[in-house]
């Protein structure tokens, strides 16, 4: 017998029908005995997420107006799916302390987290396991990042006490205040993965929407193929890189495990999914294994006549972004040219002064500043062994007339990342989608 974790995603939770669906799939497999469960999603288009409804809740909770006629919709929305299943629940209560404690100010966090709690509450009755809280089991530093080793002593310990439970995700507790303390948005993938690590699981499941990871995002390539097997390695940099399947950080704490994540369908119990594994498996000869991407990047390309003799240029520049607390994500360099890549939602309010900076300081011929990027990562172990890939991925692109902005090839050889301006986001994607599953 093995153990098996399964984390259920908002529309796989978002009402009676799909919890129908996931007892279903619970009951098929005695293993999958440890669930986290997100917050009820969207039901159909243009439906709220039950977490953007609390969200809206601290948004008016900020503005002085009262936010109890949204706080009654989600309610509402708990409720119906008691009724719906016919459950013998009561959370009446439940809803008057957090409607309390939200006139009385509650912090962001609590406010945020209780689509989980109320959820995983609900998920547990109806399969019948123990609730257990995820409040005082994972562990924030005042930093904001999980304390690995402890949330994994106190996980393993309380768990141990229940042969079977559900645990909401996406919250723990900082451990400087005491309070709930949250993920940021899609964290109850890294609750899942905190769980498979604590229980010693034989395999992380991820129950989502999608019949695994596809090579592209299925709203930009329609039917865009699954991918049957990815290495870690490669599965993070498409997450890193927008692939919003899985969060990015729910990829380290089983990989240090070695514990294999299976991705799978709610809607489709019968496809296998994704299985991501530690290694790329050397028998496969794809050359690409999938393309994520994201908009809303700043370029900032510095010019210099000789700059690569110049000892200490790029120490200096990354020195100015550090001073002005900016995080970038790349910088491609030539012989007489660096460039600096950051997104918009990090540079915001800053770019003057760091432009002022690098001019005060290195001197350079000339800036030129590009603010509307999106980058594209393609990826793949299988990139390595092939000559011609990136020549291919150009050339498709030009045939398409979709111009190349920056281009930055990782050491690893395991993807190639352009930059292109965010009007071509979509087509470059299709278009490189292409140039590779002729
Ligand atoms: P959940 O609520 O179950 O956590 P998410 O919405 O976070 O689900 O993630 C699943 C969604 O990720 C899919 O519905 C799809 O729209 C999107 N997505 C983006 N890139 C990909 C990709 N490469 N493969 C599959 N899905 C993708
Ligand atoms: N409910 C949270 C969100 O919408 C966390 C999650 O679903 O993983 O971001
Ligand atoms: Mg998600």
């Known amino acids: 017998m093995g153990l098996k974790v399964a984390k259920f995603g908002g529309s796989s939770v978002a009402d009676g029908i799909q919890l129908e669906k996931m007892r279903k799939i619970i009951m098929h497999d005695p293993d999958r005995r440890y669930v986290v469960v997100s917050a009820p999603g969207k039901r159909f288009d243009g439906d709220n997420k039950i977490t953007d409804l609390l969200f809206l809740c601290l948004t008016q909770m900020e503005n002085n107006i009262p936010c109890d006629q949204i706080f009654q919709v989600i309610c509402d929305r708990f409720t119906a799916v008691k009724l719906n299943l016919d459950l013998d629940i009561d959370l009446t209560e439940d809803f008057d ?4 404690r939200m006139r009385n100010g509650a912090p962001k ?18 399969l019948g396991y123990d609730f257990v809280d995820t409040e005082g089991l994972i562990i924030f530093d005042k930093r904001g990042r999980v304390k690995l080793d402890e949330t994994d002593a106190r996980l393993s310990e309380e768990l141990a006490k229940h042969e079977r439970a559900v645990l909401p995700g996406f919250y723990g507790t900082n ?18 993965a905190l769980v498979a690590r604590a229980v010693k699981a034989d395999v992380y499941e991820n129950w989502t929407d999608v019949s695994g990871f596809l090579m592209a995002d299925p709203r930009i390539v329609k039917g865009a193929k699954p991918i049957g097997n990815i290495s870690y ?21 089983v990989r240090l495990a ?16 994704t299985v991501i594994t530690a290694e790329h498996d050397p028998e496969d000869k794809r050359v690409i294994t999938g393309i994520a991407g994201n908009r809303d990047f700043t370029v900032i390309a510095i010019y210099k006549n000789t ?15 550090e001073d002005h607390r900016i995080n970038f994500e790349h910088i491609p360099t030539g012989i007489d040219t660096v460039s600096i890549i950051i997104s918009n939602k990090e540079i915001e309010g800053k770019l003057d002064d760091v432009l002022e900076d690098i001019n ?8 030129d500043v590009y603010t509307d990027i999106s980058l594209i990562a393609t990826v793949g172990c299988g990139m390595s062994f092939r000559p011609g890939v990136s020549a291919m991925l150009f050339s498709a692109l030009a045939k398409n007339d979709i111009n190349i902005r920056m281009i930055d090839q990782g050491s690893s050889e395991m993807n190639i990342i352009i930059g292109v301006a965010n009007k071509d986001f979509e087509s470059a994607i299709r ?7 002729e």
């Not at 005060?360 to 800036?367: A, V």
């Open 175 to 192: 451990e400087e205040t005491g309070e709930v303390r949250t993920f940021s948005r899609g964290g109850s993938d890294i609750t899942g």
């Open 233 to 253: 390695m490669e599965l993070r940099e498409l997450s890193y890189m927008g692939a919003s399947v899985l969060h990015e950080d729910a990829i380290y704490p």
């Open 97 to 100: 302390e957090i409607r309390e």
């Open 109 to 126: 966090d609590y406010v945020v987290s209780r689509g989980e709690y109320l959820s995983a509450k609900i998920a547990a009755c109806y």
């Open 431 to 437: 278009t490189i989608y292409e140039a590779f599953n």
């Open 258 to 273: 070695g514990i294999p994540i299976n991705i799978r369908n709610t809607n489709h119990p019968e496809d296998q999914g």
């Open 360 to 367: 005060l300081q290195l001197k350079p011929d000339n800036i």
């Open 307 to 321: 700059l690569n003799k110049e000892i200490g240029f790029v120490r200096r520049l990354l020195s100015i972004i």
